[in-house]
């Protein structure tokens, strides 16, 4: 159908945290190491591990955050052990002072460091759908805090790789401008990994898919909407290339981005008859044709929509017989198809 806007289903991706970060013990003291997990969930305790380098007795770990102390005491620690030590952190970013205390070989030992835990809300982005034009090569996005880093990832029909960069942004608290060579409207498949500051990303994923099946007709009598026996080989035909089709979704852009997928059914009819009689018509018999699609063998959700003469293939005068207006549009999209005949929308899901 002419005039069709092409639609982005964009989807949140998980927010991961980064692992612990060695930290090796200080040059002067070979008896213990430290890792330390410089960011968690707000509201999260904090962790450090502590690993004995040799046998450890009387070990005694004292943390300090101003006037906030956490003391931590163990009878021994075996060479090659790992203790882990955990701990309340207050929101935002916080210092943190360790003195380590044990007796290594009968003799003490102190370890003293320092190190920072950042305890922040989990890492949300998002984007500015009237800013994005992701066919021309660019996304607006923002966060809940300053983004320091996008890596793009894009895709285009026949799942070829077309991006794949790194793009520092600007100081500040956006919303930034993400830009990209342009892929048109072949682009299929847009990946972001947005970074912070503390080493955190969450993703944005923006599929879009759009495609007309090919099939025959449904031929109606006039008035009606029932499919005669005859004409259900044409819909079986019809559920193969959907299937296939579908398959090729999958493949291209992922298993994932394929549970958004639907089948959409658009119904016309052509001029013979008033405007109003023939929407209900249309309407009708999209949904008899949505209906014996997801009967035999459609699993994806069945939208539909009657058009009746207000999208006719063969321009026409009133009241003319024009077999080419009498159709119906089968699209499989990940998102509503809008824009053009379509208008606004109005699908109605079976």
């Known amino acids: 159908m002419n005039g069709v806007a092409f639609s982005f289903m964009l989807m949140t991706l998980t927010v991961l945290v980064p692992s612990l970060t060695p930290r090796p013990a200080a040059a002067q003291d070979s008896s213990f190491s430290y890792r330390v997990l410089d960011v968690v969930d ?6 450090l591990d502590l690993t004995a380098l040799r046998d450890a007795t009387d070990v005694v770990l004292r943390l300090a955050n101003g006037k906030k ?21 207050p929101n935002g970013l916080t210092t943190w002072s360790a003195v380590l205390n044990a007796r290594v070989d009968g003799a003490p030992s102190q370890l003293t460091f320092d190190f920072k835990v950042a305890a922040l809300e989990p890492l949300r982005v998002g984007h500015e759908p009237r800013a994005t034009k992701l066919p021309a090569g660019r996304i607006v ?6 983004l320091t880093r996008a890596e793009v990832s894009v895709w285009t029909k026949g799942g070829e790789q077309v991006v794949d960069i790194s793009v520092d942004l600007p100081a500040g608290p956006g919303p930034y401008v993400i830009d990209w060579p342009p892929s048109g409207p072949e682009t299929r498949r847009v990946d972001l990994k947005l970074h912070d500051a503390h080493g955190l990303w969450a993703g944005l994923r923006a599929v879009s898919w759009y495609a007309e099946i090919p099939h025959d007709d449904v031929v109606f009598e006039s008035g009606r909407w029932d499919i005669a026996q005859g004409e259900s080989a044409k819909l079986d035909s019809a559920i193969a290339e959907i299937n296939a089709e579908l398959e090729r979704f999958r493949e291209e852009l992922g298993r994932e981005a394929a549970t958004d997928a639907g089948l959409f059914v658009a119904g016309h009819t052509d001029t013979v008859g008033g405007a109003s009689e023939n929407f209900a018509l249309s309407q009708k018999r999209a949904r008899a044709i949505g209906e ?51 208008g606004r929308g109005g699908w109605q899901k079976l």
């Open 141 to 146: 996005v923002s966060g809940n805090r300053p």
């Open 69 to 89: 102390v956490v003391v931590f005491k163990r009878p021994s620690l075996a060479a090659g052990a790992s203790e882990t030590f955990t701990f309340p952190t």
């Open 292 to 342: 014996h699609l997801k009967r035999h063998g459609v699993k994806l959700p069945v939208y539909i929509m009657g058009l009746g003469e207000a999208a006719l293939a063969v321009e026409t005068g009133d009241e003319i017989d024009e077999a080419r207006n009498r159709r119906a549009v089968y699209v499989l999209s990940n998102a509503a198809p809008g824009g053009g005949a379509y």
């Open 42 to 47: 707000r509201g999260a305790p904090g962790r």
